[in-house]
DNA sequence: AAAAGCGGCAACCGCCGATTC
DNA sequence: TGAATCGGCGGTTGCCGCTTT
């Protein structure tokens, strides 16, 4: 038996709401509140509204205390950072940005900062291979003497199946972003950052809580952003020892049934907030070689359905942007746990192949 | 000047978990 | 206990205005 709709829709009216239905709604709210029934509500304030509809009115629109557009750059680091860690959970990065709303918040990624990163990616990609090209041709030119374009593509090639590795190549062993050991000057959270008391409440820990690092293990299937895992032992805990540690994975309001918890952990591994947007994109300059180039199905950036990468990047293609294989473990990076001695300082992570399948990961 | 294309954003849709009966 | 209902959420749609051709 199907569910009954919330309202005769055949009597609703849709679309744009009218100045006179705005403020219909917002006096009967501010003068006896939402009745705790949004379905009852249009009778109640006279409009030929779904109950939905008023809601989303409300609390997108009407509500005190909201402001529309014109983000800070604040905003769009919090906005980066919890994306990255937890995906598109917009509500839960809505409450960390007071006055804004999921539905503006996801639009803004959507239209505004996705793009900005992956833009900008596409031209440092670009300057990259104009670069090699112009390496390329003097070389050809200092060894032969001369120069014709089939030389030049038969090395461009070599050169291409280095620097742009395909999907297929491309190891699946993220690292925690080396911030110290790359900008001295980076940005470190203390423990009253709001990011990182948030992430802890969803059940993430940090490298700095040494007490309590938190192991996981995924023995589930892996869905989006299943990259994300930093290998470290070999001997994994329970899920019962998992909550053991961290009761609030086993009844807080993310725990359905395991599987959503341990994939929503699988972005909290490694935190690392962001500056801002332009050091996402710096920090991760390799982060999405291929993406706009030919990748290993022959798509030429673009997906079969004539969609632009930009607008299939999902979840995990932006916590790429984080995590990149490329990333040269050091000193200050290193996970000291025994990795049968694949994570070793200047050895670059997508060395560490036999990896790939391990289901163990660590919340940095 | 008009048509086409594009981007931004408000609003809708449908699913899912929680609650009520 | 299970069906009905509601609230909340994320994905998607479609309108509208601006820009480009």
Known sequence: MGRAPCCDKANVKKGPWSPEEDAKLKKYIEESGTGGNWIALPQKVGLKRCGKSCRLRWLNYLRPNIKHGGFSEEEENIICSLYVSIGSRWSIIAAQLPGRTDNDIKNYWNTRLKKKLLGKQRKEQQARRLGCLKQEMKKVMSTTGTFNMVSLSDHNRNYNQYVIPTHQNQPHIPIPMPYPAQDPAGYMIDNNDPIRKLLIKLGGRFC?????????????????????????????PTQEQLYENSPHLANDQYDIDGVNNLSMLQG??????????????????????????????????????????????????????VYTPNTVITSDNYVPQDCNDHQQPGRMLKD?????GDSSFLIM
């Open 208 to 236: 700095d809580d040494q007490n309590n690092q938190l192991l996981v293990h995924n023995d589930i299937g892996m869905s989006a952003g299943n990259d994300l895992y930093c290998p470290t032992l070999n001997i994994s």
């Open 352 to 356: 560490c192949h036999d990896f790939e």
């Open 268 to 321: 909290l591994n490694c935190y690392q907030p962001v500056h801002d947007v332009d050091q996402m994109a710096y920090y991760n300059s390799q982060g999405l070689d291929g993406f706009y180039g030919e990748d290993n199905m022959g798509n030429n950036g673009y997906t079969s359905a004539g969609t632009s990468s930009v607008e299939s990047a999902n979840w995990a293609d932006m916590a790429s942007l």
